[in-house]
């Protein structure tokens, strides 16, 4: 079965702290995968995506993520956590279609 | 960077009423989706949308959803007798062409809609 799993509902750091969120996905064919970002009011913005190639991606914001295909990982980092990137983050799989399986999502405090 | 619009942002509705979500997709943009979200729980795919034809649906999407572009700019998700369990939030997205690694799927902020 297709899924994502995201193992922690609620992450706090403290600004300037680096950051790691997880995610490990199923998937039966090869995966495209996605790091989203949701701030209050907010629709889900596009942080980075993997589709091919060099398995660290760049990202916006600084971000970045590592595809680890042996452990079915794909986990987002930063080196230097800002307040403005406290937020809910999402990881999601999917196919050349873009029908997305999105994970439930971790939510990010970032403590002064 | 342009913008997938929704409208309402909150939506109020009692038990088996119809509710109509409204999207404005990006203009040139030729696939269209509703996702939603049930608070707590993870983003669902309901529905996409190609060449004025529902293209894929989830489970979810049965006989009381459907959708709708009416005109050149709007997509609609009608929810046609609301049940408390579509309390949810809706999120509308959009893209240009058949996926690939310069596609990006573009989502707007959402509509809650809460069934009372």
């Known amino acids: 079965a297709q899924s994502v799993t995201q193992p922690d509902i609620h992450i706090t750091v403290s600004e300037g702290a680096s950051l790691e969120l997880r995610c490990n996905y199923s998937?039966?064919?090869?995966?495209?995968l996605f790091w989203y970002v949701q701030s209050p009011g907010q629709g889900l913005q596009l942080l980075l995506k993997y589709f091919s190639g060099d398995t660290l991606v760049q990202g916006i914001k600084g971000f970045e993520a590592e595809f680890k295909r042996s452990q079915s990982s794909f986990n987002l980092r930063k080196p230097s956590v800002h307040w403005s990137d406290a937020a809910e983050y999402f990881c999601?799989?999917?196919?050349?279609?873009?029908?997305?399986?999105f994970g439930t999502g971790t939510l990010l405090a970032v403590q002064p | 960077e342009p913008e997938v619009t929704q409208t309402p942002s909150h939506q109020v509705t009692q038990m088996g009423q119809e509710v109509i979500l409204r999207c404005v997709p990006i203009?040139?943009?030729?696939?269209f989706y509703w996702y939603r979200q049930i608070l707590g729980q993870k983003v669902e795919f309901l529905v996409s949308?190609?060449?004025?034809?529902?293209?894929?649906k989830s489970e979810i999407f049965d006989d009381q959803f459907s959708v709708e572009r009416p005109d050149g700019s709007n997509f609609t998700l009608k929810i046609r007798s609301t049940k408390l369990e579509d309390s949810a939030m809706y999120f509308c997205a959009s893209r240009s062409r058949t996926g690939g690694e310069n596609e990006k799927l573009f989502f707007g902020s959402g509509t809650q809609l809460s069934v009372l």
């Open positions: 999601a799989v999917g196919g050349a279609t873009n029908k997305l399986i």
């Open positions: 949308f190609y060449n004025n034809e529902i293209s894929e």
């Open positions: 998937y039966g064919a090869t995966p495209y």
């Open positions: 203009s040139n943009h030729l696939y």
